[in-house]
């Protein structure tokens, strides 16, 4: 105003300015503006300016009202974040009581994936509660107010810096495997769910893990099934199963009984024990079977030590690698010879070959009884005059046989031309040199109860004896009064006792 030195302000709650806001009666104002400071939010006042000039003069304005604004003062969560909560709260404060506070008047502000539903506000003045559901994914909930025109009195100003709710509604991922544990000494076994876990993650970090069972004992062997239970910070869960094949390690293998055996018999065809006792890690027993090392059984007698494999059963391990372990005896093989007899051969077969060998195919040692019959060499019989021979075959054994027991076949030379089964040979040579040295009587041992008489030409006896033998009792050109015969032709009577009856033969010899 021109002239004026100075204004003064009125501010008043009533119209006719009948009362003043504490320090706004006549208030000095030095410039063409102020600032009413400590006013109530939401309330009517009404204001007139006077101006002063030099001399004291006062001119006054026209009276003025304005009502002035409600504001939020805060927005804070009701319970603790982060939350897994499906259901919220909001307390909004604002500067001065309101009233038609309703759901429109806010919004979510989100991140992530979080989404919620607002509800009906409740409460009254200052304080209301406004309620947030169907809260589900994972990131932040902000309740900002954005009307400014629907709450009484009137507020314009908007609010975007409430507290936040960090929400985790999404489940963790639980993964399990399946494992195999061993019962202990105490007959018990313990399992931790990071055992089982396979990799369970959650997107707002850590979990917990959890198993509905922990503690086997021994009744409870097989493939057992647990659950993982795989929690969040925010108590968030989900679950996994998992098979858990409880059994029994092997702790030791028991010592087995020699196995004896014989020299001889294939490697795959020994005799060993196809179980073998284990006593378990828990203390209990059973017989499993084993696989045996085969390859460090030799070739011959002695004693073997074999190592096998335990076969572990179902719901069985051996981590410790227990092996079973046998001696192996192998003594000598017994033997047997197969010998067939030729039977009965005539004096003319010359060298017969004979079917005898041993069991093991070691080679057979022949013999003959009487060499005036027949010899062997090797296994060939060599006929030479009649009579009965007994071949005798024997196998001595070596390092991993026994001996054979012998077998004895017997063969007789017969001459069909002959009347009787004996021949008498018809020459004797005093010369010495083992040719003729005496009367050769072919088959004569096989008739022990004979008789020979030797004459000469005038009859008279030089020689007689009983069991002629071709032998000790043998005509050697001796008579019988112990005196050398001489040179020339004798005659003989050779008489055999045969099948009960007595034979004869006559005949002559030369001696020379």
Known sequence: MIGAESYQLDVSRLADFSTFVDGYQSRIVTNTSAVVAGLDPG????????????????????????????????????????????????TVTFS???????????????????????????????????????????????????????????????FASGESYAIDRVPPVAKAKDIRVTLGTGGTVTITPQQVDNGSTDAG????????????????????????????????????????DVGRDVATVADLADVATTYGIPAAQLPLPERVGVVYTDGTTANVAVTWDRSTFGDGVGTYTLSGDIVPAEHTTNTQAAKASVRLVVTQATQTITFTSPGELRRDAGSVALQVSSSSGLPVTLSVDDEQVATVTGTTLNVLRLGTVRITATQAGDANHLAAAPVTVTVTVVDPAEELPIRVHQAVSLSADGINDFLMIEGIRDYPENKVTIFNRNGTLIYEVFGYDNGARAFRGIGTGRLPVPSGTYFYIVEIKENGQWKHKKGYFVMK
Do not use: C, M
């Open 43 to 90: 309330t009517h006042y009404h204001f007139r300016v006077r101006s002063v000039d030099a001399d004291g003069g006062t001119l006054e304005s026209p009276t003025g009202d304005t009502l002035t604004l409600t504001s939020v003062a805060s927005i804070s969560r009701d319970v603790a974040s982060p939350t897994n909560a499906e259901q919220l709260s909001y």
């Open 96 to 158: 001065s009581p309101v009233s038609d506070v309703d759901a429109a008047d806010f919004a979510l502000a989100t991140t992530g994936s979080a989404i919620a539903t607002i509800g009906t506000p409740s409460g009254s003045g200052e304080v209301w509660t406004v309620p947030v559901s169907a809260v589900a994914g994972q990131g932040t909930l902000r309740l900002d107010f954005i009307d400014t025109a629907g709450i009484q009195p009137h507020a314009v100003r908007t």
């Open 205 to 244: 970090g850590t979990v917990t893990l959890s198993l509905d069972k922990t503690v086997f004992n021994r009744n409870e062997t097989g493939r057992r099934t647990v659950t993982l239970t795989v929690t969040d910070a925010v108590g968030n869960t989900a679950t996994a199963t998992a098979t858990v």
